[in-house]
């Protein structure tokens, strides 16, 4: 039934919605938070409808132990244990905050020469961030320590 096939990977796309492709890998990452090691030894088929006249569909067969491939590696790369918690701090942003970050947003793609806001407050620490892109088309990054410091560096 849909609940134990499905449900398990609707964590995180029921919260974050529109991200299209990327949806199925937000289903992916649901999982390890959702059914931890009863996924071990366990095939997993992962299904993604685009428009038009393709689609993408893979299957994987996940590993209990220790090696890169292994469910517990997977779960403590993506931070399962957190994603429960992860969600629900996100920062709200009402539909017309939205509609007045686009314009932006449309004349900064794929733009050279611009300058993106200093402020990471509402960044965690960890995540990079682009904070410029300079005549060269090259892009540069950051990764607050603490939020609100910034390091910079290019990748």
């Known amino acids: 039934p849909y609940e134990t096939k499905v449900g398990p990977t609707t964590l995180i796309p029921q919260q974050v919605p529109n991200m299209y492709f990327a949806s199925l890998y937000a289903a992916f990452a649901s999982l390890p938070h959702s059914l931890h090691t009863a996924l071990a030894g366990k095939p997993v088929t ?3 409808h685009q428009s038009g006249l393709t689609g993408t569909m893979f299957s994987l067969r996940l590993h209990g132990g220790q090696h890169p491939n292994s469910l517990s ?12 918690g992860k969600l629900p701090a996100r920062h709200e942003l009402p539909p017309e905050g939205f509609v007045n970050i686009m314009p932006l947003m449309e004349h900064r793609y794929g733009a050279p020469d611009f300058v993106s806001c200093p402020d990471c407050s509402l960044l965690a620490s960890g995540p990079y961030y682009l904070t410029l892109v300079d005549f ?16 910079p560096g290019l990748l």
Request: zero cysteines.
């Open 136 to 151: 060269l088309y090259r892009g540069f990054y950051v990764q607050p320590a603490v939020p609100g410091t910034v390091e």
């Open 73 to 84: 590696f997977i779960a403590s790369v993506m931070g399962a244990a957190e994603v429960a």
């Open 46 to 48: 992962l299904f993604s």
